[in-house]
C-alpha cells in the first residue's frame, strides 16, 4: 500500500505563487511516474503535470506550460509543483498520484494511489 500526502495549498492573489508537495509512502513505493492533477468546482478532474520517478521525462498541460515546475527527490520520496503567476482559472482541489503501471502518465485511469488533496484559490 502507498499513502500519498498533499501540503501547500492556500489562498493567493492572481500573479502569486504557490508551492505544492506530495510525500509518499509506504513499503510498495515503486513508481513509475508521480503526477498531479486538479479539479474545479463542476468539472472533471484533469491532468496538470507529470514526472517520470527517474526524472527522465516531466510532462505539462498546456494551461500550466511555462508557469509550474514539478520537480522529485528520490531519497525524501517527494514530488513538488512550483505554480507561479497563478490565475483565478486555477482554483481548484489538487491531487497527487503514483503510477506503478508504465501507462499514458496524462490519463487518470493509469494511477494507482491518490492523495486526499490540497485546495487552491486564486483570488483576482
Known amino acids: 500500500q502507498v499513502q500519498l500526502v498533499e ?5 493567493v492573489q492572481a500573479g502569486g505563487s504557490l508551492r ?11 513508481p513509475y511516474a508521480v503526477g498531479w492533477f486538479r479539479q ?14 527517474n526524472g527522465d521525462s516531466i510532462y505539462y ?16 520520496n517527494t514530488v513538488t509543483l512550483q505554480m507561479n503567476s497563478l490565475k483565478p ?5 489538487y491531487y497527487c498520484a503514483v503510477d506503478s ?15 486526499q488533496g490540497t485546495q487552491v484559490t486564486v483570488s483576482s
Open 7 to 11: 501540503s501547500g495549498g492556500g489562498l
Open 101 to 115: 503501471s508504465r501507462g499514458d502518465v496524462t490519463r487518470e485511469y493509469v494511477y494507482d494511489y491518490w492523495g
Open 20 to 30: 505544492l508537495s506530495c510525500a509518499a509512502s509506504g513499503r510498495t513505493f515503486s
Open 89 to 93: 482559472e486555477d482554483t481548484a482541489v
Open 40 to 53: 474545479a468546482p463542476g468539472k472533471d478532474r484533469e491532468f496538470v503535470a507529470a514526472i517520470t520517478w
Open 61 to 76: 498541460s498546456q494551461s500550466v506550460k511555462g508557469r509550474f515546475t514539478i520537480s522529485n527527490d528520490n531519497v525524501r
